[in-house]
């Protein structure tokens, strides 16, 4: 393999992206395909945003360029990434991860009911952000079925399995053989 893939898992907030993609990341282990696997949701966790980058899309190339970077000189050329609109950013992987040779990005939505997602979020939220979570997980819901590029891959996850959901994104890969 010559050049860099990426696998961009997004979905609504209590879909279980991070769950999926370790077990992803756990099949692919096993099927002794080597990758590396960046949770995009911290890459740009800072309070207050940078002044001239108020959304922290540039906090979140630049981290993620020095991660690809280390992950790189390990002679890594695959990419397992997960952030709730990752399938909208293809720009901001390609500039962070190969910007004089676009990686080949398969997009994969996960996807799952109000219900499932309120359940899933009240297991995780204990504070005082669960009712925040649920409006910004329903809205981005709605966002990402209007915006997913030509091409994506929507994968339900309600009462499947981890191991079943995981199974079908990295069919979707085609990494595996």
């Known amino acids: 393999m010559t050049g860099i893939e990426a696998l961009l898992i997004g979905g609504r907030s209590g879909v279980g992206k991070t769950t999926v993609a370790m077990e992803t990341s756990a099949l692919l282990r096993d099927a002794g395909v080597a990758h590396c696997l960046v949770e995009g949701d911290l890459l740009d966790h800072v309070h207050p945003a940078?002044?001239?980058d108020p959304f922290r899309a540039r906090i979140t190339r630049r981290n993620l360029a020095a991660l690809w970077a280390n992950y790189a000189e390990l002679g890594m050329r695959r990419l397992i990434y997960t952030n709730t609109v990752s399938i909208l950013e293809p720009d901001l992987i390609r500039q962070a991860v190969?910007?004089?040779a676009p990686p080949r990005i398969v997009n994969v939505l996960l996807t799952?009911?109000?219900?499932?997602a309120r359940?899933?979020?009240g297991?995780?939220?204990r504070g005082s952000e669960l009712d925040i979570h649920l409006r910004r997980s329903a809205a981005a819901a709605q966002r990402l079925e209007a915006e997913a590029p030509p091409g994506t891959v929507r994968v339900p996850t309600d009462q499947r399995t981890v191991r079943a959901i995981a199974e079908d994104v990295?069919?979707?890969t085609g990494w595996a053989g």
């Open 50 to 52: 940078p002044p001239d």
């Open 98 to 100: 190969s910007p004089d």
């Open 112 to 116: 799952a009911t109000d219900a499932t």
């Open 119 to 121: 359940h899933r979020l």
């Open 123 to 125: 297991g995780r939220e």
């Open 170 to 172: 990295v069919a979707a």
